[in-house]
Nanobody
Framework: QVQLVESGGGLVQAGGSLRLSCAAS????????MGWFRQPPGKEREFVAA???????YYADSVKGRFTISRDTAKNTVYLHMNSLKPEDTAIYYC??????????????????WGQGTQVTVSS
């Protein structure tokens, strides 16, 4: 059973930074891709970023150049470094596991395990 636990959310002013962490257990972290999604208030869940086991990264256009996804295999942890935050980045952020040979990195249906989410609120 894979478990994912996010942390690091909070309230920050526009232009500020946060780092989200997602600690994984129970899976094969070394071969699985990991992703971050977010759900803004009243909207659908959307893709933010993903990273493969080999370190290849994918980003939504809305966060390119501001967010960076990384992973530490020794700690079984994936991070989302968020800079130049905007009020429209306000959302619940979820990490998720994409198993090997699943579908597109950009689609939530390609991910099988999800964390409980962490709230990020950016004030203007």
């Amino acid at each position: 059973q894979v478990q994912l636990v996010e942390s690091g959310g909070g309230l920050v002013q526009a232009g500020g930074s946060l780092r989200l962490s997602c600690a994984a257990s129970g899976g094969n972290f070394n071969v699985d891709a990991m992703g971050w999604f977010r759900q803004p208030p009243g909207k659908e869940r959307e893709f933010v970023a993903a990273i493969t086991s080999g370190g290849v990264t994918y980003y939504a256009d809305s966060v390119k150049g501001r967010f960076t996804i990384s992973r530490d295999t020794a700690k079984n942890t994936v991070y989302l470094h968020m800079n130049s935050l905007k009020p429209e980045d306000t959302a619940i952020y979820y990490c998720a596991r994409r198993p090997v040979r699943a579908g597109s990195y950009y689609y939530s249906a390609s991910y099988d395990y999800w964390g409980q989410g962490t709230q990020v609120t950016v004030s203007s």
